[in-house]
């Protein structure tokens, strides 16, 4: 499995790559709610091509046709440290 951070600042950290089993995955975490999500570590958004969205804590609805990349883009752009 290769995994490289995309985009990281004080408060977001984008990770993705590729799993011989699941495909691309992309996965977005956010430290201020470390305590909002079951497993404590702020996992928001978690997508892979092999199950899709899996896990959705962004407030952006998949229901809307955006594609994965594109809810991650809007959540960052909304709550990225400057």
Sequence with gaps: MGRVTIYQDQRL?????HDHMFGDFLQLYDKEL???TP????LVFDWSQGFGTESNYTGISIDTGKKPIEIIKE????NKCV
């Design 13 to 17: 950290t984008l990770v993705g790559g």
């Design 34 to 36: 470390r305590n909002e």
């Design 75 to 78: 959540y960052i752009n909304e």
């Design 39 to 42: 497993e404590g570590e702020g």
